[in-house]
């Protein structure tokens, strides 16, 4: 039984893997998207988030398999239902991503988007989506509070993309519309690091018992 459960939990690091990966393709396409409006990247965008959408069905069925199957005692309980949380942020990453290409399409000036960091924070979102997926599979805790850390900065370069686009409000106010919709992915972005931070949170909760945002 043990040695079946094992074989189940290197398949669930696979397809957790998996899933991050199809996330960091989704934000990676968001920022192409908001260079150039390109209807193929849209389409890709769409279609990275229906397989998410996927991957969260197929690692929910596993992890249900494995609760039912395996009796797993109390480190691995806490480790699938950890997992079960996880998919459930990461889908809604993936749903964000499709969120960002659906304001881009309708982007006037695409010009403001190069006065903004916007690229240095859908970077650091993709970073921290790989590393709070790492840490479930490394077991390490030490990466997952990185990923927690990391989280200023996203906040700090939403606060700084907002006072942008509040200057550029006052100095054309006709950009009125490209300005929210930029304001509006950047928020998207922001959404994004919080769910990284999700994912790290139940990485901790999986190995320690506890989980740092069930303190606050």
Same mark, same amino acid.
């Given at each position: 039984m043990r040695k079946t459960y094992e074989e189940q939990?290197?398949?669930?690091?696979?397809?957790?893997?998996?899933?991050?990966a199809l996330c960091e393709r989704a934000i990676s396409a968001t920022v192409k998207t908001l260079l150039v409006n390109n209807e193929a990247?849209?389409?890709?965008v769409a279609h990275l988030?229906?397989?998410v959408d996927q991957k969260e069905r197929d690692i929910e069925a596993l992890c249900m398999k494995m609760l039912l199957r395996q009796q797993p005692v109390a480190g691995d309980l806490r480790l699938i239902s950890a997992? &079960?949380?996880?998919?459930?942020?990461? !889908? =809604? /990453? @993936?749903d964000q991503a499709f969120d $960002?290409?659906?304001?881009?399409?309708?982007?006037?000036?695409?010009?403001?988007?190069?006065?903004?960091?916007?690229?240095?924070?859908?970077?650091a979102t993709i970073r921290m989506v790989t590393d709070s997926?790492?840490?479930?599979?490394?077991?390490?805790i030490d990466l997952a509070r990185k990923v927690m850390e990391a989280d200023d900065f996203v906040d700090g370069k939403f606060q700084q993309i907002k006072d942008q686009i509040i200057n550029l409000l006052h100095a054309h106010p006709e950009e009125s519309g490209s300005c929210m919709?930029? &304001?509006?992915?950047?928020?998207?972005? !922001? =959404? /994004? @690091?919080?769910?990284?931070?999700? $994912?790290?949170?139940?990485v901790e909760y999986s190995i320690t018992g506890e989980r740092a945002g069930d303190n606050e």
């Open positions: 939990l290197e398949t669930l690091h696979v397809e957790l893997i998996q899933m991050g990247l849209i389409k890709e988030e229906q397989d997992a &079960l949380r996880m998919i459930s942020d990461m !889908e =809604r /990453i @993936g $960002i290409v659906d304001i881009t399409k309708h982007l006037k000036n695409k010009e403001i988007f190069d006065e903004l960091p916007m690229k240095d924070m859908a970077e997926v790492d840490s479930f599979v490394r077991r390490d919709d930029l &304001l509006m992915v950047a928020k998207y972005y !922001e =959404r /994004i @690091g919080d769910h990284a931070v999700n $994912i790290a949170e139940w």
